[in-house]
C-alpha cells in the first residue's frame, strides 16, 4: 500500500499524476513512482523519498504521454528503497503495475516464475504481479490481467498499463479500496478521492472482485462472474476547500481545531428533543429488530477502538445491554460463537480498514446483524453493512485522527440513546436530558479549544522527555490510552495509558521526577478515587498534568499544571477531555520538529493485516 492515481485522456498525464500523488502524502508513504505510456515506449520514474523529488526527477528527465499510473509506497515486503518502489515491470519493461495489498502467496508464486525462466528485480510481492501477467497468454491486456489474478491469493488494489494498448488503464480490486473518477473525455483511477478531486467530483467505486478497463472513450466493468456491470455515479460531497490547510500549519492542527464544527455536523438533524430521542434512519434497525439484541460487540483498531471503550460505557448506561469491545485484528480469527441477538458495530474512519472490514465479515458470517460506523461515504465498510452511522466530520488528512475521534464519540452517543429509547431502558426525561447535553458540545469545545496558548506554553516544559505515563478511570481511561496513543503517533515519545488505579500494580514502579503523569479526572463518580491516585504519583515525586472539570480548584496544590475543561455529562466528558490532550501531543510534537502531518512507518488508512 498506500496511494495510487492513474490518467487517460487528452492531457499530459505526468503533471496530473504528480498532483495526485500530492494529494495523496497525507497517508504516509516512503517512496514513490510513476510509469507513463510515451508513445511506444514505457517510462518509469521512481525514488525513495517524497513526491516532490519525484517531481524534480521528471523535470530532469522529462516525459510525455496522456496515460499513466503512479503511486506512493508503504512498505509491506522489501525495505523503502528505490529499486522496491512502485511502478513494477515485467522482464521486457512492457507492463508496468502499482498494487494497494498483500499478495500472499507471492513466494510460491516467485519460485514458480523463476523457474520459469522470469528474472526478479526487487523484493516486493507486487512484482509477481507483472510477471504473472506477461506470462498469461490472452488477446487484451484485461483478459492478461483477469488470467494473471486467478493465480493470487491476498488483497489488491492495482492498475496496469501497457504500451502495446495504448490510452487504456487496467483496475482490479480485491479487498483494497480503489475507484474511478470520471471527467470530460478523460478518466482517471485512485484509491482516495482527494486525488482527483480537482479534476473531478464524480467517481465510481468498485466492488471486490471488480475489473475496469479505461480508455479515452470511456470506461466498463467486468464483475467477478465475468459479466459487464453498471455501477453507480456518486458525487463527492466535499471540495478543495476541504483539504486544504486554509492557513493552519499543519493539518492536525486544523482538524483538531475543526471539532466544534465536526462534532455539530455529527449531530446535526439526528436529535428529537420533543421525544428525548434520536432519528438514526440510516441504521435499519426497526423497533423488533432493537428489542431482539441481547448484547453488542464493537470492533476496531487504534483510534477507532479507544472510542468503542467509550462507546461501552455510554451505551451500557444508557441501553443496559452487556458491550464488548474488540480489537479487530485479534476479533476475526477467534471462534465466532454465533449467539442469537448479537450486533456488530464495526469502526473505522475511513471505511477501508482491512482488520476491521475482515472482523465485520467474519461476525456476518456467524449470523450477527452488522453496522458500521464510518466517516468515508461509499467506503467498503459503508457499503457492506446492514446500516450504519456516517460521521460527517469531512475528510481526515492528518495521519493521527482527532476530529473523527470525537465524532465517533458522540455517534456511539446516539447510537445510545436510540437503543435506549427503542428498548425502553431510557425515560423520556433523561433521553431529552442527553438530547439537549449533546446539543450543548459544539459551544463547549469551543471554549475547550481556547486552552490551546496553555497547553502551548506548558508544552515547552516536557518536550524533551522520555516516557509519559496517562491515567484515567471508568469513562475516562480510553481517553488516557487514546492521549498517549497522540504523543507516541506523532512525537515518537514513549507513552502508556493505564486504568488509574491499575497502576499501583506495576506501572508506580517507573514513577520519579523524569516520568510526566497525566491525568483525566472530571467531576464523575470516580473522581475521589482518581485524586487518591494522584497523591500517590505525588508522593513519589512524579509530575502531574491533570484534565479536570472548570470550577475544580482542589487539585490546585496536587497538579503542577490544570487544564480546565466546560462542565458536561460524565458520559459525554471524553469528547472534552480528549482535546488538551490532542493539543498537548500536538505542540510537543512541533517542538521536537517531528512531521506532525506524515509521521514515520504510519499509514493513514491501514489496508493490509
Known amino acids: 500500500m498506500c496511494g495510487i492515481v492513474g490518467y487517460t485522456g487528452g492531457r499530459e498525464a505526468a503533471p496530473l499524476l504528480l498532483e495526485g500523488l500530492q494529494r495523496l502524502e497525507y497517508r504516509g508513504y516512503d517512496s514513490a513512482g510513476v ?96 510477471h504473472l501477467i506477461e506470462a498469461a497468454v490472452a488477446d487484451t491486456l484485461e483478459a492478461r490481467v483477469i488470467a494473471a489474478l486467478e493465480h493470487v491469493e491476498g488483497t489488491y488494489g492495482l492498475a496496469v498499463v501497457c504500451p502495446d494498448e495504448p490510452g487504456k488503464i487496467v483496475v482490479a480490486r480485491r479487498g483494497s479500496p480503489v475507484l474511478l473518477g470520471i471527467g470530460e473525455g478523460e478518466l482517471f483511477v485512485a484509491s482516495d478521492a482527494s486525488a482527483i478531486l480537482e479534476y473531478t467530483r464524480s467517481v465510481v467505486y468498485l466492488d471486490d472482485g471488480d475489473i475496469a478497463v479505461l480508455t479515452p472513450a470511456g470506461y466498463h466493468v467486468i464483475d467477478s462472474q465475468s459479466h459487464v456491470q453498471v455501477r453507480a455515479v456518486d458525487d463527492v460531497a466535499w471540495d478543495l476547500e476541504a483539504i486544504a490547510l486554509g492557513g493552519y500549519p499543519h493539518f492536525m492542527l486544523k482538524e483538531i481545531c475543526e471539532q466544534a464544527e465536526t462534532v455539530r455536523s455529527t449531530l446535526r438533524g439526528r436529535l428529537l428533543f420533543e421525544e428525548g430521542a434520536a432519528r438514526l434512519n440510516g ?124 465524532s465517533q464519540i458522540v455517534a456511539l452517543a446516539l447510537l445510545a440513546l436510540y437503543l435506549g429509547r427503542q428498548r425502553g431502558a431510557l425515560s423520556p426525561e433523561a433521553g431529552r436530558e442527553l438530547a439537549c447535553r449533546l446539543a450543548q458540545l459544539p459551544a463547549l469545545v469551543t471554549q ?115 487544564f480546565r475543561v466546560p462542565a458536561t455529562a460524565p458520559l459525554l466528558s471524553p469528547v472534552l477531555m480528549a482535546i488538551p490532550l490532542q493539543l498537548l501531543a500536538y505542540h510537543i510534537a512541533v517542538l521536537r520538529g517531528c512531521d506532525v502531518d506524515r509521521p514515520r512507518n504510519l499509514a493513514k488508512s491501514v489496508t493490509v493485516e
Open 35 to 130: 510509469a507513463l505510456v510515451d508513445g511506444d515506449r514505457l517510462v518509469v520514474r521512481k525514488l525513495a523519498g517524497r513526491v516532490a523529488g519525484l517531481g524534480a526527477e521528471l523535470r530532469r528527465e522529462p516525459a510525455g504521454g496522456t496515460t499513466g499510473i503512479a503511486h506512493t509506497r508503504w512498505a509491506t515486503h522489501g525495505a523503502p528503497t528505490q529499486r522496491n518502489a512502485h511502478p513494477h515491470v515485467d522482464c521486457r519493461s512492457r507492463i508496468a503495475v502499482v498494487h494497494n495489498g498483500i499478495i500472499e502467496n507471492a513466494d510460491a508464486l516467485r519460485a514458480a516464475l523463476e523457474q520459469a525462466g522470469h528474472q526478479f528485480t526487487t523484493d516486493t510481492d507486487t512484482e509477481t504481479l507483472a
Open 283 to 406: 441504521l435499519n434497525l426497526t423497533p423488533e429488530a432493537c428489542a431482539e439484541i441481547r448484547r453488542i460487540v464493537i470492533v476496531g483498531c487504534g483510534t477507532s477502538w479507544h472510542a468503542g471503550l467509550v462507546g461501552r460505557h455510554i451505551i451500557e448506561t444508557l441501553a443496559r445491554l452487556p458491550v464488548e469491545v474488540e480489537y479487530a485484528s485479534e476479533y476475526r480469527y477467534r471462534t465466532q460463537l454465533g449467539l442469537p441477538g448479537t450486533l456488530v458495530v464495526a469502526i473505522s474512519q475511513s471505511g477501508e480498514t482491512a482488520d476491521t472490514l475482515e472482523a465485520m465479515r467474519a461476525a456476518r458470517a456467524a449470523g450477527a446483524r452488522v453496522i458500521g460506523l464510518v466517516n468515508v461515504v461509499g467506503s467498503t465498510i459503508a457499503r457492506e453493512a446492514e446500516g450504519g452511522i456516517y460521521l460527517h466530520a469531512g475528510p481526515e488528512i492528518g495521519v493521527a485522527s482527532t476530529k473523527a475521534f470525537t
Open 448 to 562: 475547550t479549544l481556547a486552552l490551546e496558548p496553555e497547553v502551548q506554553r506548558i508544552a515547552r516544559q516536557f518536550a524533551d522527555a522520555r516516557n509519559f505515563l496517562y491515567l484515567g478511570r471508568g469513562v475516562s481511561f480510553p481517553v488516557a490510552l487514546e492521549g498517549a496513543l497522540k504523543l507516541k503517533e506523532i512525537s515518537y515519545i514513549h507513552a502508556e495509558g493505564y486504568p488509574a488505579a491499575e497502576m499501583k500494580h506495576g506501572p508506580i514502579a517507573l514513577i520519579d521526577a523524569d516520568m510526566p503523569a497525566v491525568f483525566v479526572a472530571p467531576r464523575d463518580d470516580v473522581y475521589q478515587k482518581v485524586v487518591s491516585n494522584m497523591q500517590e504519583v505525588k508522593a513519589r515525586g512524579g509530575r502531574i498534568v491533570a484534565v479536570t472539570t472548570e470550577g475544580n480548584g482542589e487539585l490546585r496544590g496536587l497538579a503542577e499544571h490544570l
